[in-house]
């Protein structure tokens, strides 16, 4: 490789999911805490996670309880699903930077249900805290199921929320912008605290929104936060090739990673920016054990932890059809079979796991495929790939993708909660530090744009 090509890096982030993550198990796992209440732990998990050589903290969002079809939320917070606990994020975000130097934050916010001003100065104020570590997910959160505490929001279709996404990205960012370099003076003797000459009102008169600003905080440490984004519809894919930096991804293989990825990059490219400069990070679930036997053993014992009730509750929502009546151990042909042409009303993402469940029936085409099985498949990892192995298996599972630039970093998702990212960083990360994977750890705490490269 030539010296001056910038050697890559593979990202590490560590997925802030309670109570149960993409495994719908974790918080009866043994080794789980079960008070996600308690700000100690989130303290000590973002020491964990820097400690350990991660280089981001992820924090999602959503507005709900999570919700399957008829408006079902009881299943899920009876079983502790995913998003049964849900902190507001910027909060959680503020407290885990607090106790941490170097750490990065993606901290998920809608555009769909909150005010660019609130936006823009909740970030500015994140980045301020955290020296400039701040990674702001703009999501635009689709699907009934976060709208339900919003009954006053008109309803948007996907085109009007990117509409919207556009307009406030448009503001927040022109609000960033409005204190320059230099504005805040603060000179006692001549009784000069800002430079007014260096602070501009935005004046925004749009669509959606009319702002006068300016806001009433500085630029950050590095300018403005880092933009991520999560959509896969080819709005969603030029919204992100028009603004952000890093795309988060929930693919189940390579070929999908590969495929965003690329496409993302050239739409990019098409708009004048450097697609080098926008990376992929996707979200894995590693099961590591001392040996591949006990790997395995593990994996098959995390099943058993899921509670087949919820299990099928979450699939009827990603498949946008009711299977909470049928037994169990009904065939899945015959569940979608009597499931036919019912809607998908109040479905979470109901229709989106089709593909999934297409490419898992076709791994044994000749087995009685259960809504059991299929179901615990779906809540086992939701579709993103779940790693089983030995360290070293971990490892070149998580190589084989990186070099294949099907992604530029991972997003572990924990299996218990927060021991899966201590058991990784003694486990994994040293092999991936050994291979020259992880960039080696700096003398000074870095901004997240000097950690990502981003710097202008
Ligand atoms: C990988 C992934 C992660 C997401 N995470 C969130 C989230 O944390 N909070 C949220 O409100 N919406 C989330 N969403 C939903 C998106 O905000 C968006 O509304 C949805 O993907 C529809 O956009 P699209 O049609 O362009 O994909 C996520 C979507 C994807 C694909």
């Known amino acids: 490789m030539s010296s001056t090509i910038a050697k890559r890096h593979m990202f590490l982030a560590g997925y802030i999911l309670v109570p149960g993550s993409h495994f719908a198990g ?46 079902d939320y009881e299943t899920f917070l009876k079983r502790g699903a995913v998003g049964a606990i849900r902190h507001d994020p910027s909060q959680l975000v503020s407290l885990m930077a607090s106790v941490t130097q170097s750490l990065g934050f993606t901290v998920t916010l809608s555009t769909t249900y909150m005010e660019p001003y609130h936006l823009a100065r909740t970030l500015s104020t994140l980045d301020h805290f955290s020296r400039g570590r701040i990674s702001w ?56 605290y800002a430079d007014i000459g260096k602070i501009r009102p935005i004046d925004h008169e749009g669509d959606l929104f009319q702002l006068r600003g300016p806001l009433s905080l500085p630029a950050g440490p590095d300018g403005e936060p880092i933009l991520m984004s999560v959509g896969v519809s080819p709005r969603g894919r030029d919204f992100s090739a028009k603004w952000v930096d890093v795309i988060f991804a929930i ?90 042409g019912a809607s998908g009303k109040g479905a979470v993402d109901g229709g989106a796991a089709f593909p999934w469940l297409d490419r898992i029936r076709a791994e044994d085409r000749a087995r009685n495929w259960t809504l059991r099985d299929i179901a615990i498949r779906m809540s086992r990892s939701t579709s993103t790939p779940r790693l089983v192995g030995t360290p070293e298996q971990v490892a070149d599972q998580l190589e084989a993708y990186f070099l294949a630039e099907a992604c530029d970093g991972f997003v572990i998702t924990p299996t218990h909660f927060p021991g899966s990212f201590d058991e990784f960083s003694r486990s994994v990360v040293p092999i991936l530090r050994a291979r020259g994977h992880l960039r080696e750890a700096a003398q000074e705490p870095l901004t997240l744009r000097q950690r990502l490269g981003l710097q202008c």
């Open 251 to 340: 693919q189940a293989d390579a070929d999908g990673m590969s495929e965003l990825r690329a496409d993302v990059r050239r739409r990019a490219a098409e708009k004048g920016r450097d697609p080098e400069k926008i990376f992929l990070l996707t979200a894995v679930q590693p099961v590591v054990g001392e040996t591949e036997a006990i790997a395995r053993a593990r994996a098959d014992y995390l099943d058993e932890l899921i509670c087949p009730d919820v299990a099928i509750a979450f699939l009827s929502g990603m498949i946008g059809r009711d299977a909470t009546g049928f037994d169990p151990e009904t065939p899945i042909d015959e569940v979608l079979e009597k499931t036919a």
């Open 137 to 192: 997910n703009v999501v635009t959160s689709a699907g009934p199921s976060n709208g339900h505490n919003f009954g006053h929001f008109p309803k948007l279709t996907s085109p009007e929320s990117y509409d919207r996404a556009e307009e406030i990205l448009e503001i927040c960012r022109s609000l960033w912008q409005s204190w320059q370099d230099g504005a805040l003076v603060a000179d006692k003797a001549a009784g000069i």
């Open 26 to 71: 974790m918080w009866r796992h043994p080794y789980s805490e079960t008070d996600f209440c308690d700000p100690d732990l989130f303290k000590d998990t973002a020491v964990t996670l820097e400690r350990g050589g991660f280089d981001l903290a992820f924090i999602p969002e959503s507005l709900s309880v999570t919700t399957g079809l008829s408006n």
